[in-house]
């Protein structure tokens, strides 16, 4: 009974093993086949569009793309299954003492499976991503190659269009500029203004400080003045007196 329990233990155990390596086989030709979908949409799309070779191409991988990833789910599927038998055989086993070993070894089998479908997820995932990409992008190229055989009269306008856009660009910048400099100016006619206005009221706040001062530099002004007059006076009297006397 225990050698009959223990080949259907070695049993599953080889066929966990083999499964493991097919999909390690099936895991490693899905990431270059999703590696190479990738480099052929690089090249692809700096070719023309006209080239209908490329959309072959893509036509061939995604099948083998579907192909392949049918093949690798019914492999985990299989895996999932042994495992499952593995550990419906740990829990039944009649040998307490070997329990511990079992369990350490459908654990390990367990992590491999684990690790295979998320390695299988994610590179179905990244090339889904890739293709929906290039999708988009065809779309794109396809509109931009349906604008560019537009007529010639429409291609001429939008180039009217574009250059007219640009002169009105370049006139808003202008006058920015212009703006920037007269604000500049008033800014700094404003500061002249207001430093005057300052240097007179200094100048008025000594005066009213300084009242004596003010009236020193009035009498001043008085004497000059009244010097002035007398000199002119003096001027004028000999001005006529020298005429009288050139005269007579």
Known sequence: MAAGTSNYWEDLRKQARQL?????LKLVSFSKLCTSYSHSSARDGR???????????????DRMFETMAIEIEQLLARLTGVNDKMAEYTNSAGVPSLNAALMHTLQRHRDILQDYTHEFHKTKANFMAI????????????DIESYKSGS????????LFLKEHEHLRNSDRLIEETI?????TKENMTSQRGMLK???????????????????????????????????????VCT?????YAFH
Not at 47 to 61: A, K, V, W, Y
Not at 206 to 213: C, D, E, H, I, K
Not at 216 to 228: A, F, V, Y
Not at 240 to 244: E, H, N, T, V
Request: hydrophobic letters at 35%; a positive charge; zero cysteines.
């Open 20 to 24: 493991e390596n097919e999909l390690d």
């Open 131 to 142: 293709r929906e990409r290039e999708n988009l992008m065809g779309s794109v190229r396809k």
């Open 240 to 244: 006529i007196l020298l005429l009288l």
């Open 152 to 159: 010639g009269v429409n291609n001429r306008r939008t180039e």
């Open 180 to 184: 920037s400099i007269a604000m500049a």
């Open 198 to 236: 300052s240097i007179q009221s200094k100048m008025n706040t000594l005066a009213n400080r300084f009242p004596a001062v003010n009236s020193l530099i009035q009498r001043i002004n008085l004497r000059k003045r009244r010097d002035s007059l007398i000199l002119g006076g003096v001027i004028g």
């Open 47 to 61: 070719r023309d569009s006209s080239d209908t070779t490329p959309l072959l191409n893509g036509s061939s991988q």
